[in-house]
């Protein structure tokens, strides 16, 4: 997932960025160093393209402002439907309509289906409303509320660390609501639908264009009625102001399906640390562009909320890669036969 990015790694460990898991391509097993070295290489790259792109859409939705956050909304799911079926079928994996079809698989893909399109409506909303620097915030707690999950529904133990940043991440909320004068809500609607989505997308295995296609088709039915009662009661923008905003509504699928693809790329080649480190890049483009571009201001309340958001996420990120070493260098001690006596 905002912008229809999918839990790190499509995978709940992945979305806690940096789990302890150690990545198939650093085992013994896995192809030659150099081999490696390049897949990764190329990895980073595509990460690098997925989160740099998911970190610049906030210049984008500006763009169509004028048609209005719910008729931008519909639009995206559209032609994000349209767009991820033709690239379903094209690379159709082989029993994967049997699957999608399963009763379980669509309740927990229209679960997940509804919860993006609360995540893609209220940032579309925020981004054009001059709310971008809280946008930021959400996918900054975003990790920490995936620890949190982990606790309340997997029954997982938090480390001491991993606790401080918890710690400091709910500080840091209980500051920017007295800054603001109330909850920060877009930043935790963000965070917790976020969240979600991608437990259930853990829950699921699923492939993320793939499952992007079925939660678009099960929304594509009330955007289009939308979509049509725009147009039958005059309110349309799509074709009635000019052919830049019509070609800029269709674009909304290719802003959701490309950056996917490239992320796609990246979590096949990736250790999962490193793929966790990469999220960051996104709301910390958003951030930045929130307070250069957009003009937001930063109270000295909301300096020391996001810092202490930030001093939770360096916890949080060191905790995790001295873990993730620890296990590493336990699966290399595991394989190495000891000597005869």
């Known amino acids: 997932m905002d912008d229809g990015r999918p839990g790190v790694g499509e995978t709940y460990a992945a979305w806690v960025p940096l789990a302890p898991d150690p990545s198939p391509s650093s085992s013994p097993a896995g192809p030659p160093p150099a081999d490696r070295r390049t897949r990764e290489r190329r990895g980073i790259g595509y990460g690098l393209a997925a989160y740099g792109m998911w970190g610049a859409v906030p210049l984008f939705w500006p763009l169509v402002a004028r048609a209005g956050s719910l008729e931008i909304l519909a639009h995206r799911i559209v032609w994000s439907f349209l767009i991820s079926v033709v690239l379903v079928v094209v690379s159709v994996r082989q029993g994967f309509w049997t699957r999608m079809a399963r009763r379980r698989t669509l309740l927990l893909l229209g679960s997940a289906a509804a919860i993006v399109s609360v995540n893609w409506g209220v940032y579309i909303w925020s981004v054009n409303h001059g709310h971008v620097v809280e946008t930021a915030l ?5 990790p920490i509320l995936s620890i949190l999950l982990g606790v309340v529904v997997l029954h997982e133990r938090l480390s001491p660390m991993q606790w401080v940043s918890v710690g400091l991440a709910a500080v840091a909320v209980a500051v920017l609501t007295v800054d603001y004068g109330t909850l920060p809500w877009i930043a935790l ?4 639908s976020f969240t979600a989505y991608g437990f ?10 793939d499952s992007l296609a079925v939660e678009s088709a099960l929304l594509t039915p009330f955007a289009l009625v939308y979509l049509g009662w725009l147009e039958l009661t005059g309110r349309a923008s799509f074709g009635h102001e000019g052919w830049g905003l019509s070609l800029l509504l269709v674009s909304t699928g290719l802003i959701t399906l490309v950056p996917l693809l490239f992320f796609a790329s990246a979590a096949t080649r ?3 640390s490193t793929l966790g480190l990469l999220q960051y890049l996104a709301p910390t483009l958003q951030f930045v562009l929130g307070i ?3 003009g937001e201001s930063m109270s000295p309340g909301r300096w020391v909320g996001f810092g202490l958001v930030w001093l939770a996420l360096v916890i949080m990120t060191t905790d995790g890669l001295l873990r993730a070493r620890r296990n590493r260098a336990g699966v290399r001690g595991a394989d190495v036969e000891p000597a005869a006596v």
């Not at 259930?200 to 264009?209: E, Q």
């Open 292 to 294: 250069s571009y957009f």
């Open 189 to 192: 609607v963000l965070a917790v």
């Open 200 to 209: 259930i997308k853990n829950r699921l295995g699923a492939g993320a264009v």
């Open 270 to 272: 990736l250790p999962l």
């Open 138 to 142: 959400g996918y900054y707690i975003n």
